[in-house]
């Protein structure tokens, strides 16, 4: 038969365990400040993906460690106020609680285009020179 995913299984985040039901309420509960992070960074930079590379991903791994996204936040000037508050959002981010964020997890979209992009590159380029160069 088919395994159902319980509501109940514990995932580790950091120092945090948190388990399904309660990442689905907390969720529910940051639907909005994750609305607004995704409209802060694309009023900043323009697209999510853009600010992604700059502000999270600056060592361009393709993932966020908890440290990343606490710089990234800071730099933004996103809640400045409760650094707490901007952990518990990572944790809800984290869908498959590996502890780091992946741009699939906050942006599906940006992150399709990205590796549309990068695969282009690498269909059409020998390496970056020859990128540059033509």
Same mark, same amino acid.
């Given at each position: ?5 319980? =509501?109940? &299984? ?14 689905? &309420?907390?969720?529910?509960? !940051? ?20 600010? $992604? ?15 990343? !996204? ?7 000037? !996103?809640? #400045?106020?409760?650094?707490? &508050?901007?952990?518990?959002? !990572? ?20 992150? &399709?285009? $990205?590796?549309?992009?990068?695969? $282009?590159?690498?269909?059409?380029? =020998?390496? =970056?020179?020859?990128?540059? #160069?033509?």
């Amino acid at each position: 038969g088919r395994s159902r995913r319980s =509501t109940n &299984r514990k995932t580790l985040t950091g120092s945090v365990v948190v388990t399904d039901s309660t990442r689905n &309420r907390q969720l529910g509960v !940051f639907q909005l400040e994750i609305a607004k992070l995704k409209e802060l960074l694309e009023s900043q930079e323009g697209a999510c993906l853009t600010a $992604w590379l700059k502000y999270f991903d600056t060592n361009g791994d393709d993932h966020i460690s908890r440290e990343e !996204f606490m710089d990234g936040i800071s730099n933004l000037g !996103f809640y #400045q106020d409760s650094p707490e &508050r901007a952990m518990v959002l !990572f944790d809800v981010l984290d869908v498959d609680g590996d502890g780091e964020l992946a741009l699939a997890e906050i942006d599906s979209s940006q992150a &399709r285009l $990205w590796s549309e992009f990068r695969h $282009w590159c690498v269909a059409n380029y =020998t390496d =970056t020179g020859d990128l540059v #160069q033509r």
